[in-house]
């Protein structure tokens, strides 16, 4: 998300995207999780690598980097607005 289009949203609608953001990450954290745990039980029972599971880990972390980069922006933008508010 580009800075302008941040300056444009009101503290409210930045908030709720925080929110969401927040909210993406943690399941997306959660299906990594759950991911390498798989993958762990399976070279526990001796089932060796299964190269499948790395798959969903990575489709994981391609969608997670962008989402945090944006939530960081959004917190930059909302820390800024506070600042502003507490020069008035």
Not at 23 to 49: K, P, Q, W
Not at 61 to 77: A, N, Q, S, T
């Amino acid at each position: 998300m580009e800075k302008g289009k941040l300056v444009n949203l009101t503290t409210k609608q930045l908030q709720n995207r925080k929110k969401y953001a927040s909210v993406l990450l943690v399941i997306l954290v959660a299906a990594v999780v759950l991911d390498g745990s798989a993958l762990i039980y399976n070279l526990v029972i001796g089932n060796g690598f299964i190269n499948a599971l790395f798959v969903p880990a990575a489709a994981c972390f391609v969608v997670l980097i962008p989402i945090y980069i944006g939530k960081k922006k959004i917190e930059g933008e909302l820390k800024n607005r506070e600042g502003r508010q507490d020069k008035i």
